[in-house]
């Protein structure tokens, strides 16, 4: 995997194109019996072994009055299981040497190990005792802590955190009401007061089925003893149908108009942000508009940057990111004031970026660079074992293939100067986005920094 790697680094420096050489990784993709959807990356240069189990399900695929389930399964699933007591799964892990997490989306709820590659197993069995006998130890207390868990995440996330309530505000007027991507992955406090017992059953044993989930294994492992650890630890669960998941019915549109939104927090100065929608993450657009993104915005060498930090000096940071979904994605853009910017003056010169974006495509340069800098993030990725195993399962997720390397390059090669003004004239514009300005509180504002 490494030589690989670094052949196609060498490759990037060598040639003015960003196609790199057509590599093939170390996967296996395969299904059990009984539905399940399993990865093997064997990776002989490292030590250690991921195991991750991505579930098919986020809060876009919650119903309005049930929010936040996706991400108090989170919590849930480490509380314990029919043969692993409450607090028991930290301690066998790092007892063996590895560490764990989870995290949720719009798209997916996933549970991941770190290992020493001889304890592979370990985490496997873990896996699948909780998959299997979650419920074994599930009880109406087990929950209402957890849900007070989440609650205080809430406020911790985006409450008490400065500009952190507009996240959410922003999320919702983006997409309409009863969208998957309306739904706030955190949940509201009233759905989570309101979450029974039976319903919270109720959404695991729908969701949490093998026939659901994708198990992937990476780093230093023996393919063939894994194979037979997981079709034993796994293959016996029983068939269950694959439950009903939101699924783009209908082509990502851009608003229809504009969205201007204001709000106050505890801050120093104020903040902008501007975000728009985005063609699903298997569109092959999404290329041409994160090449678009980044010239825009990612990083110290952006034109948004170059612009609102160092020649007008109206920011102490701005930047614009892509966050690709299954249902639509959506292309932010967010600036910091300097103290004694005001948030009309910062506004105003993030919207006349945008236009003069518009006005201006971007050069053959620009894009070159741009191409270069995304292809180099995603070879860094797969170099990093944690952050390889999530790019696999996203690739899995989004393109049915988790060896999808000589495809994104392909895509990326593909680009060009035309493309990218393409896209961005039709998503990047100022008429189809949500503008958020967060001002201080007149407290905050008159006493500074918080």
Known sequence: MRTLLL??????????????????????????????????????????????????????????????????????????????????????????????????????????????????????????????????AMNADVLANQRDVVKNERRQS?????????????????????????????????????????????????????????????????????????????????????????????????????????????????KVIVTVRAPEASAPELNDLEVATEVFGGGKTSRLYKRLVWKDRLATDAYAYLNPQFLGSELQIEAVARPGVTAEALRAAVLDEIAAFAAAPPTAAEVERARRGLEVGLLSTLENLPSRINQLADWAAYFGDPDHLAEAQAALAAVTPASVAAAAGRWLRVDAAVVMVVRPEPAAAAGGAP
């Open 158 to 270: 985006y409450e008490n955190r400065p500009y952190g309530v507009a996240a959410l505000t922003i999320q919702q007027a983006l997409w309409p009401k009863g969208h998957g991507n309306w739904n706030l992955t955190i949940g509201t406090m009233a759905d989570l007061d309101a979450a029974s017992l039976a319903d919270v059953e109720a959404f695991w044993r729908t969701y949490y089925v093998p026939a659901n989930a994708t198990l992937l294994v990476a780093g230093r492992f023996e393919p063939a003893a894994i194979r037979a650890q997981i079709e034993r630890l796994f293959g016996w669960m029983p068939t269950k149908p694959v439950p009903a998941r939101r699924t783009l019915d209908a082509p990502v549109a851009p608003l229809a108009q504009q969205v201007a939104l204001e709000t106050t927090d505890k801050v120093a100065v104020p």
């Open 7 to 136: 052949s196609a680094v060498l490759a990037l420096t060598a040639t003015p194109a960003v196609a790199g050489p057509e590599a093939t990784l170390p996967v296996e993709h395969y299904r059990l019996a009984n539905g399940l959807e399993v990865i093997l990356a064997p990776d002989p240069s490292v030590t250690s072994a991921m195991v991750e189990v991505w579930y098919h399900v986020g809060s876009k695929d919650e119903v309005i009055g049930k929010s936040g389930f996706a991400h108090l399964f989170e919590h849930l699933m480490f509380e314990g299981s029919k043969h692993v007591p409450e607090g028991q799964f930290d301690l066998l892990l790092e007892r063996a040497g590895g560490w764990n997490n989870g995290t949720t989306n719009n798209d997916r709820t996933t549970y991941f190990e770190q290992v020493p590659g001889n304890q592979v197993t370990l985490a496997l069995w873990l896996e699948a005792d909780r998959m299997a006998g979650l419920w074994d």
